[in-house]
């Protein structure tokens, strides 16, 4: 979004060109200042998901919009006694922040599995029946670091039934339950059942049965932090027309926070049951450095009034080089009757990392109008936009292979890993709007 910042009768500030007039001392020393408002397209973001059978499914793909501000400054120094030839310095700083938000109802008989980047040490086991004409049953049961229990419903009777527990320690949870009702007529018999077990070795939740209203929030709360530093040579001809070519370097930072809560919806709503929340939590950033080169050609048109607008374009060619890293935590939350050790976030000891490397390339345009205000004074205005290659994004690949089951019947046995964050690569598109201060002296 940023031409290079030397071109003759002006420089770049920041993100856009602006065209102030040659110094009229004849030195051609140029300085300017930019702010400004900017919007990011990034691309898509696949955040990390939950896997279900037989009961819809749950989108966790998110779109990244950003908004945010620039900074940018620029100097050009002369290097021919004609002055049409400049060496120009540039930099600018942008940051953007978004945050978007899914949810999801589901529908139906079947099952629902939610692994962390590792899954821990235990087991789970859950078992609904509900076959009509006698006894519901909701079975939960759990073994894990945090500790041990089962729920265990069995609804001979008519109406609903809810039950759930956990169990805390400093570094671990298990949470189990399940919920059952029984219908004198044989229409709505349903049950279900769940667990969860978190500790530092990694998250996991499992469910099954009529999961109809178990609610699902993927929530993404993003930041991009973009830069660069220019270094060109600028030559301006005889008419309208300036080119410049020299190094050019950018600097991206994607910071990317998602959250998966899973609220389970009881069979119905006594004043002394409410289930906890589980939530799991994933932190990623990927960081990117492009080293390369750039060259750009502008034209400038003067008006009667000393008005100029300048129009112009630029192309790069970048070597790329990304990291990423990844943490994830989970958290127990909420619950009627309260959870005895009250909320709870585990962390998993495992990070995740990743490196990649490519060629990128980049194309700017911009156009801006510069009014003087003083003698060797200026203020612009100008609108601009980027298409920059090579921008890591992520895909997933779940394993699951510790996890099988029916529509009514499933169970879980860890260790493993479980979801593998892979770099992939999309474009990244923004616009920008700046005001700029140029002076020469």
Not at 215 to 240: C, F, P
Not at 329 to 345: I, M
């Amino acid at each position: 979004m940023r031409l290079h910042g030397a071109v003759i009768g002006g420089l770049v500030a920041g993100l856009m060109c602006s065209t102030a007039a040659v110094a009229q001392d004849g030195s051609g020393y140029s300085a300017g200042f930019t702010v400004g408002g900017i919007g990011f397209l990034m691309p898509d973001y696949e955040a990390p998901g939950v896997i279900t059978d037989g009961v819809g499914g749950v989108e966790a793909t998110h779109q990244v919009m950003l908004f945010g501000g620039v900074l940018a400054g620029s100097w050009a120094t002369p290097l021919s006694d004609d002055g049409r030839t400049l060496l120009g310095k540039s930099g600018f700083m942008a940051i953007g922040v978004g945050n978007s938000t899914m949810n999801v109802t589901l529908d139906g008989q079947g099952t629902l599995f939610l692994p962390g980047y590792t899954t821990p040490t235990g087991t789970i086991e859950v078992n609904a029946s509900y076959t009509g004409g006698g006894t519901v049953t909701s079975d939960a049961v759990i073994s894990g670091t945090g500790g041990d229990g089962s729920s265990d419903l069995d609804n001979a009777g008519s109406g609903a039934q809810d039950g759930w527990g956990a169990n805390q320690s400093g570094s671990a949870f298990t949470l189990f339950g399940g919920g059952t009702f029984n219908d004198p007529a044989d229409i709505d018999d349903l049950a279900f059942a769940f667990g969860a077990i978190a500790s530092t070795e990694g998250g996991v939740f499992l469910a099954t049965g009529d999961l109809t209203g178990v609610e699902i929030t993927s929530s993404l709360d993003s930041t991009v932090v973009y830069g660069g530093i220019d270094l060109s040579i600028a030559r301006a001809g005889e008419g309208n027309i300036q080119g410049y070519v020299g190094p050019s370097y950018r600097y991206l930072k994607q910071d990317y926070t998602s959250d998966i809560m899973i609220n389970m919806l009881e069979t119905d709503v006594p004043p002394d049951t409410t289930f906890a929340d589980y939530t799991q939590s994933t932190n990623e950033v990927m960081t990117s450095h492009y080293l390369g080169g750039a060259a750009g050609i502008s034209y400038v048109a003067a008006s009667e009034d000393g008005n100029t607008f300048s129009f112009g374009g630029e192309v790069g060619v970048y070597n790329r080089m990304t990291d990423f890293e990844g943490m994830q935590s989970y958290t127990l939350s909420g619950g009627v009757p309260a959870l005895v050790e009250g909320d709870q976030t585990v962390t998993n000891s495992t990070t995740l990392t990743d490196s990649d490397s490519g060629i990128a390339y980049a194309l700017r345009g911009q156009a801006v109008w510069t009014k003087p205000t003083a003698e060797n004074r200026q203020i612009s205005f100008g609108l601009g936009g980027e298409y920059l290659s090579s921008v890591p994004t992520l895909t997933r690949s779940y394993l699951g292979s510790n996890f099988g089951g029916t529509t009514d019947d499933a169970d879980y046995t860890g260790p493993e890993t479980s979801d593998t964050p892979m770099l992939s690569f999309g474009e990244m598109f923004n616009v920008s709007g700046t005001v700029s201060w140029t002076g020469q002296f």
